[in-house]
Nanobody
Framework: QVQLVESGGGLVQPGGSLRLSCAAS????????MNWYRQAPGKERELVAG???????NYADFVKGRFTISRDNAKNTVYLEMNSLKPEDTARYYC?????????WGQGTPVTVSS
C-alpha cells in the first residue's frame, strides 16, 4: 500500500501562483510514476502533468509553459509549480502514484482561481 498526502491548494487571484506538494509513503519501489490530475465541478478528471522516477516529464497542452512538475526521490515527494493561473484552472487537484500494475490516489487539494 502507498499513502499520498497533498498540500498547497488554496485561493489565488488570476495571474498568481501556487505550489502543490504530494508526499508518498508506504511500500514504494524505486521505479514509479507520479502524476497530477485535476477535476473541475461537472467535468471529468484530466491529467495535468506527470514525472517518472528517472525524471521524464509530460504535460497537458493547457498547462505547458505555465506549470512545472518536479520530484524529490529522497523524500518521495512530487511538486507542481503553477504560475499564471487562470480561472479555468479552478479544480480539485489529485496526486496519482503508479508502480508496477498498481495505482493510488490522494484525497485531492482544492485550487480556486478568482478575483
Amino acid at each position: 500500500q502507498v499513502q499520498l498526502v497533498e498540500s498547497g491548494g488554496g485561493l489565488v487571484q488570476p495571474g498568481g501562483s501556487l505550489r502543490l506538494s504530494c508526499a508518498a509513503s508506504g511500500s514504494i519501489r524505486s521505479i514509479n510514476t507520479m502524476n497530477w490530475y485535476r477535476q473541475a465541478p461537472g467535468k471529468e478528471r484530466e491529467l495535468v502533468a506527470g514525472i517518472t522516477s528517472s525524471g521524464s516529464t509530460n504535460y497537458a497542452d493547457f498547462v505547458k509553459g505555465r506549470f512545472t512538475i518536479s520530484r524529490d526521490n529522497a523524500k518521495n515527494t512530487v511538486y507542481l509549480e503553477m504560475n499564471s493561473l487562470k480561472p479555468e484552472d479552478t479544480a480539485r487537484y489529485y496526486c496519482h502514484f503508479r508502480q508496477l500494475f498498481l495505482q493510488y490516489w490522494g484525497q485531492g487539494t482544492p485550487v480556486t482561481v478568482s478575483s
